[in-house]
T-cell receptor, first 113, second 112 residues
């Protein structure tokens, strides 16, 4: 099992550009979560999906952020336009139906200059 | 309000020594409690998970305890190694919810 796979590992972009982060959950997991981690705020849940359907997006900071899960094996988090304050590490996690197999990916470190 | 508090915020110990990290929570109704280890630049990795009926669980040199009555948990690290240097995060889930409540973590540095 390759675990939760995120890409890219690092992204540096200029303010105003569109950024797309990608996640492949563990096969068989039916829930997927996007988190943002900063030194100041720790881990924050942005949005999560059950069976590819967005359940709770209350953590999405503003309309510049959007997430999709077109199928059970792929999800994207998009920021458009990006701003320097979006700089953080973004984690994707997936879990099975009983929530016991909760596993994080290695994260994408985003720097917006 | 569902909260998870951890102490200390940071800790420095000598290699080979033991240490204990604390976690207090107000999450209700309680479902399970996890301890994660997060190395710098990596994602959190699960060490232990405990449900209401479990009061201790071990994973190698890591032993977690849970007192559901006082809503407290601890993570004990035995014979620390340099590779134990990381952040340790306590995470609690409420019954019926999939959202995890994260503590702010304890940053541990094991010094040679």
């Amino acid at each position: 099992d390759a675990g939760v796979i995120q890409s890219p590992r690092h992204e540096v972009t200029e303010m105003g550009q569109e950024v797309t982060l990608r996640c492949k959950p563990i096969s068989g997991h039916n829930s997927l979560f996007w988190y943002r981690q900063t030194m100041m705020r720790g881990l924050e849940l942005l949005i999560y999906f059950n069976n590819n359907v967005p359940i709770d997006d209350s953590g999405m900071p503003e309309d510049r952020f959007s997430a999709k899960m077109p199928n059970a094996s792929f999800s994207t988090l998009k920021i458009q336009p990006s701003e320097p304050r979006d700089s953080a590490v973004y984690f994707c996690a997936s879990s099975d139906s009983n929530n016991y197999g909760y596993t994080f990916g290695s994260g994408t470190r985003l720097t917006v200059v | 309000k569902n909260q998870v508090e951890q102490s200390p915020q940071s800790l420095i110990i000598l290699e080979g020594k033991n240490c204990t990290l604390q976690c207090n929570y107000t999450v209700s109704p309680f479902s399970n409690l996890r301890w994660y280890k997060q190395d710098t630049g990596r994602g959190p990795v699960s060490l232990t998970i405990m449900t209401f009926s479990e009061n201790t669980k071990s994973n190698g040199r890591y032993t977690a305890t849970l007192d559901a009555d006082t809503k407290q948990s601890s993570l004990h690290i035995t014979a620390s190694q340099l590779s134990d240097s990381a952040s340790y995060i306590c995470v609690v889930t409420a019954t019926g919810f999939q959202k995890l409540v994260f503590g702010t973590g304890t940053r541990l540095l094991v010094s040679p």
